[in-house]
């Protein structure tokens, strides 16, 4: 008779455990990896340190590195990354709040605006080094960039509201309008205002909320 195949469920369960040791090893790889570089960024600036830097400062080996980060700019974005998703969440829910007391529009553009500028100013730095790499592009049907693509979503829509609620003229180029807002906020130039012309978060957040506030006098100066 032939004989049953014989099933060893003890080297089962030892592949299982080696799996899972595998997969807990490189989770704690990828956390020390992270830690170590957010540490290093702070004492001495993202620009000046480099991926063998990272490596060597966290006892890691440079394979082990590139495995889970091919260059800077992804790991850059992997810190990035929870700041970025609370963020979003916090000022949905504020504009939610916002909007059930009934407040404008505009109000609720000014107040999204100006915790953008402290969220940039946070993480201008990753920002650069994310953007440099081109790892915002995102393929949106628009070619829109991430996280631009949610903040454009955000502006034009509360601009497009404002303009139902007849707190701005009809007639605006809503979708120019939202870029060139942002604009100012992108982390090349803002990382050049606030660096090299010295800009405070005070002064650029007052020259935006300026054009802002321009905005619901389009009517008149066309009309001059």
């Not at 490596?55 to 790991?75: C, D, I, M, P, S």
């Not at 991430?146 to 701005?168: C, D, I, R």
């Not at 605006?172 to 090349?188: S, T």
């Not at 606030?194 to 020259?207: H, K, V, Y």
Request: with cysteine; aromatic share 6%.
């Amino acid at each position: 008779m032939p004989t049953e195949p014989t099933i060893s469920l003890g080297t089962i369960d030892e592949s299982g455990s080696s799996c899972r040791q595998e997969r807990r090893d490189a989770a704690a790889n990828r956390a020390r990896i992270l830690q170590t570089a957010e540490k290093l960024f702070a004492e001495h600036g993202v620009a000046n340190v480099n991926m063998a830097d990272i490596a060597q400062a966290a006892k890691v080996g440079k394979g082990t590195l590139y495995r889970r980060f091919t260059n800077k700019a992804e790991l850059c974005l992997a810190l990035m990354d929870t700041q970025m998703i609370d963020f979003q969440n916090g000022m949905l829910a504020r504009m939610q709040q916002m909007s059930a007391q009934n407040m404008p529009k505009m109000t609720q553009l000014d107040q999204f605006m100006d915790a953008l500028i402290y969220f940039t100013d946070a993480h201008a730095p990753l920002l650069c080094e994310v953007q440099r790499a081109g790892l915002l592009q995102e393929q949106e049907p628009d070619g829109l960039e991430l996280p631009h693509f949610w903040q454009y979503m955000t502006v034009s829509g509360l601009l497009k509201t404002a303009v139902a609620n007849s707190e701005l003229p009809e007639g605006l180029d809503i979708e120019y309008l939202a870029d060139a807002l942002l604009a100012p906020l992108k982390a090349d130039l803002f990382y050049y205002q606030r660096e090299t012309r010295g800009f405070s978060l005070e002064r650029i957040s007052a020259g935006l909320r300026t054009l802002l506030a321009g905005l619901k006098h389009c009517d008149d100066a066309a009309s001059a």
